[in-house]
C-alpha cells in the first residue's frame, strides 16, 4: 500500500524530535496493514503531538487538551469499523487522566500512542505527570514535588487489555504500532522520546539514557492476560440486542383550539412533593393538543425533597427562539418557597399577568390581577394543588381550556390516576 503521509503538509517538527519517528513508523504500520485513508480515523488534542493528525491523509478529529479519548469512544462506537488511532502527549494524558481511566477499564478498540517526552514541550517545557523528580524544567522546583506517574502501571491496573512501554528508537516500533492497533481491546503504547527543543537543552537525554531508563522498569510489552475480556463495543451491541425495543415517541395530533392567540407564558412557583414539574409536563402536552409550539425549563434544589420547585412554560403559535418569560401572562403560585425564590418578579407585574393564588400564599407587592383559591376549604392535598390549578387555568379559558387539559391528562396518565385526575380538575370550583 502506498503512503498515507500529506505531501502537501510537511513535518513541522524541531530537528531531531522523535515524534517524527513515531509519524514515521505510524505510517508504516498503516502500509503493512493495507489500510486505506477511509479506513482509519485519527484523534488528537493540543501539543506538539496533536499536529501528528494533520499530517496523514486520513479521517480526523482535533479537540480539547486531555479529551482525545472521549472524542475517540464516540466515534468507534458509530463507527466500529473505522481503525481509531489516538495520539497524545504525556500532557495531555495528565490533564485527561479520568477519560485514560474509563478507557482502560471499558476496552474499547481504540489504539491510544502516546509520545511522552515528559514536559509541555509546546508551552514553555513546564513540568508534566511523567516528569522525572530529578529534572530541571521551567516549573522551576515543582516537578520534585510529585512522583511521576507510571503510564504502563496505571493502565494495566485499570483493565487496559494490551500495553507497552518503549522507545522511539526501537527498531521495530512500525510493527509494535501494528500489534497493537490489530489487538481487539484498548491498546496502549507508552513511547518514551525527546523534546529537543526543551527538554533536552536542560536535561542530558539520549536514545541509550532511554535505554537505561528502561532497563530499570520490568518489562511491559503486548497482551495483559488477566485484564484479556470481551471488547466493549462487541459487548455493547450483544446486550443491547437482548433489550427490549423502547417505544417510539408519542405522536400528538392537533385536534383542538386555544382559547389564546398569543405567546403565553406560564410560570407555576411551588415547593418540593408538589408536582411541579408535572403540571408543567401536563401544559406542555395540552398545548401540543391545540398545534402549539412549547417549550418548559425547570427550576428546584439538588435536594429534591425540599426547597423551591419551579416550571416556566410557554405555548405559542409561532416558533419559540427564546425560552425566556420576561413577563408572564399567568403566574400559578401554590408554594411559599417558590414565591419566595421569584419574589424580585413580582414587581415588574402589571394587571395583564394574571395569578392564580393559593389563600394561605404571602405574596410580595404587585400589581399583577389576583385569583385566589381555598384549596383547603375543598379539601385539596398540598400534593395535588398544580394539578387543581391547571383546573381553575382551563376554566378560566385562559392559555388553555377544559378540552386541551383534558387530552393532555388522558396522554399523560391511565387507569386509576387518569380517573382521580380527572375528578380533580373537573371538582376544583372558581369563584
Known amino acids: 500500500m502506498p503512503s498515507l503521509l500529506n505531501k502537501s503538509r510537511p513535518h513541522v517538527f524541531c530537528p531531531g524530535c522523535t515524534h517524527e519517528?513515531?509519524?514515521?513508523?505510524?505510517?508504516?504500520?498503516?502500509?503493512?496493514m493495507g489500510l486505506k485513508g477511509n479506513q482509519i480515523a485519527m484523534v488528537s488534542d493540543i501539543g506538539c503531538s496533536g499536529l501528528i493528525d494533520t499530517f496523514f491523509n486520513t479521517h480526523a478529529f482535533h479537540g480539547l487538551h486531555g479529551r482525545a479519548l472521549t472524542y475517540a469512544t464516540g466515534l468507534k462506537l458509530a463507527r466500529p469499523e473505522l481503525n481509531v488511532i489516538v495520539t497524545m502527549g504525556d500532557g495531555g494524558m495528565g490533564i485527561g487522566g479520568a477519560h485514560?481511566?474509563?478507557?482502560?477499564?471499558?476496552?474499547?478498540?481504540?489504539?491510544?500512542?502516546?509520545?511522552?517526552?515528559?514536559?509541555?514541550?509546546?508551552?514553555?517545557?513546564?513540568?508534566?505527570?511523567?516528569?522525572?523528580?530529578?529534572?530541571?524544567v521551567a516549573?522551576?522546583?515543582?516537578?520534585?514535588?510529585?512522583?511521576?506517574?507510571?503510564?504502563?502501571?496505571?493502565?494495566?491496573?485499570?483493565?487496559?487489555?494490551?500495553?507497552t512501554r518503549c522507545s522511539s528508537y526501537k527498531k521495530d516500533l512500525a510493527q509494535e504500532i501494528e500489534r497493537a492497533i490489530r489487538h481487539k481491546g484498548f491498546s496502549v503504547i507508552d513511547i518514551w522520546g525527546i523534546?529537543?527543543?526543551?527538554?533536552?537543552?536542560k536535561n542530558r537525554l539520549t536514545p541509550q539514557k532511554i535505554q537505561e531508563s528502561l532497563s530499570k522498569f520490568p518489562s511491559i510489552e503486548g497482551i495483559v492476560e488477566e485484564n484479556q475480556r470481551k471488547e466493549y463495543g462487541i459487548?455493547?451491541?450483544?446486550?443491547a440486542k437482548g433489550q427490549n425495543t423502547p417505544p417510539s415517541p408519542l405522536r400528538i395530533e392537533p385536534s383542538l383550539e386555544s382559547p389564546e392567540k398569543d405567546r403565553q407564558g406560564i410560570i407555576i412557583l411551588g415547593n418540593a412533593g408538589q408536582r411541579i414539574i408535572t403540571a408543567g409536563d401536563i401544559l406542555c402536552l395540552a398545548g401540543l393538543s391545540a398545534g402549539l409550539r412549547v417549550t418548559q425549563k425547570n427550576e428546584y434544589n439538588i435536594t429534591v425533597l425540599r426547597g423551591?420547585?419551579?416550571?416556566?412554560?410557554?405555548?405559542?403559535?409561532?416558533?419559540?427562539?427564546?425560552?425566556?418569560?420576561?413577563?408572564?401572562?399567568?403566574?400559578i403560585a401554590i408554594g411559599q418557597e417558590g414565591v419566595s425564590r421569584r419574589s424580585h418578579m413580582f414587581s415588574k407585574l402589571n394587571e395583564e399577568?394574571?395569578?392564580?393564588?393559593?389563600?394561605?400564599?404571602?405574596?410580595?407587592?404587585?400589581?399583577?390581577?389576583?385569583?385566589?383559591?381555598?384549596?383547603?376549604?375543598?379539601?385539596?392535598?398540598?400534593?395535588?394543588?398544580?394539578?387543581?390549578?391547571?383546573?381553575?387555568?382551563?376554566?378560566?379559558?385562559?392559555?388553555?381550556n377544559l378540552e386541551m387539559l383534558q387530552a393532555a391528562l388522558e396522554m399523560r396518565f391511565k387507569?386509576?390516576?387518569l380517573e382521580s385526575s380527572l375528578d380533580l380538575v373537573h371538582r376544583i370550583e372558581c369563584y
Open 100 to 136: 485514560f481511566l474509563s478507557a482502560c477499564r471499558r476496552n474499547l478498540d481504540l489504539t491510544l500512542i502516546i509520545l511522552n517526552n515528559f514536559n509541555f514541550g509546546m508551552t514553555g517545557g513546564q513540568f508534566s505527570a511523567t516528569t522525572p523528580p530529578e529534572a530541571q
Open 195 to 201: 523534546c529537543v527543543g526543551r527538554y533536552a537543552k
Open 353 to 400: 399577568t394574571l395569578i392564580i393564588c393559593s389563600k394561605d400564599i404571602s405574596l410580595p407587592q404587585t400589581n399583577a390581577s389576583i385569583y385566589t383559591v381555598d384549596f383547603k376549604s375543598q379539601g385539596i392535598k398540598s400534593s395535588d394543588r398544580a394539578l387543581a390549578s391547571l383546573g381553575v387555568l382551563a376554566k378560566l379559558k385562559k392559555a388553555i
Open 415 to 417: 387507569g386509576p390516576i
Open 308 to 331: 423551591p420547585s419551579i416550571s416556566e412554560v410557554i405555548l405559542s403559535p409561532e416558533e419559540i427562539g427564546y425560552t425566556g418569560i420576561h413577563r408572564p401572562t399567568v403566574v
Open 235 to 239: 459487548h455493547y451491541r450483544e446486550m
Open 21 to 32: 519517528r513515531v509519524v514515521r513508523a505510524l505510517d508504516e504500520a498503516y502500509q503493512n
Open 139 to 163: 516549573s522551576g522546583f515543582l516537578n520534585s514535588l510529585e512522583r511521576p506517574l507510571d503510564i504502563c502501571k496505571v493502565a494495566i491496573s485499570a483493565g487496559a487489555t494490551y500495553v
